[in-house]
C-alpha cells in the first residue's frame, strides 16, 4: 500500500470533484496515487462517500467536447456501489452549506462538499484544494502532499 492508501486506512473519507477527474483522466501526476489508493479502498482498507454534486460538476467538460465514452465512464465511477457512497442534497445539507457560506466565504459547490462531508460523517476529505482546511472537523488531505 502507498503512503496515500496509508493515510486513508481506517477512515470514512469523503472525495472531492477533483478526485474523479484525476483517477478517469489519468492526469498526472496524480492518477498513479489514486490509484493505489483505490486498490486499498477496494480491500476494504477505507470507506468513500461523494456528493450527488460530483456527477454534475465531473460532466461539464464531456459533456462540452462530445465525449460520449467519458460521460460513460464517469457515470460509472459516481454510481452507488460498496466502494462508494453518493450522498443526496438534502434539507440539512443545504442548510450546512449555507452556514459554511456565510463563515468561511466558500463557493457554493465547495460548502456543499464540505456539508455533506460533515454530515456523512466523514473523518478526512481527499481533495487538491486547501481552502477546505478551513473546517476543523473534517481533515483535509491534499493530493499536493503526496505529489512524486
Not at 442548510?95 to 459554511?100: H, S
Not at 466523514?122 to 503526496?146: E, G, H, P, Y
Amino acid at each position: 500500500m502507498g503512503a496515500l492508501g496509508t493515510k486513508l486506512k481506517g477512515q470514512k473519507v469523503y472525495l472531492d470533484t477533483n478526485i474523479f477527474i484525476y483517477a478517469l483522466e489519468a492526469m498526472k501526476p496524480w492518477a498513479e496515487l489514486l490509484r493505489e489508493a483505490f486498490v486499498s479502498l477496494e480491500a476494504g482498507e477505507w470507506h468513500a462517500v461523494t456528493s450527488s454534486l460530483s456527477i454534475a460538476e465531473c460532466l461539464v467538460k464531456p459533456f462540452e467536447m462530445e465525449r460520449n465514452d467519458l460521460v460513460a465512464a464517469y457515470r460509472a465511477a459516481l454510481s452507488p456501489s460498496q466502494y462508494l457512497h453518493i450522498a443526496p442534497l438534502r434539507e440539512e445539507i443545504l442548510v450546512d452549506a449555507a452556514r459554511l457560506r456565510a463563515k468561511h466565504k466558500f463557493k457554493l459547490p465547495d460548502a456543499l462538499h464540505i456539508a455533506t462531508a460533515m454530515e456523512e460523517g466523514c473523518t478526512a476529505m481527499l481533495t487538491n484544494d486547501a481552502q477546505f482546511r478551513k473546517v476543523a472537523t473534517v481533515q483535509c488531505i491534499l493530493m499536493s502532499d503526496f505529489s512524486p
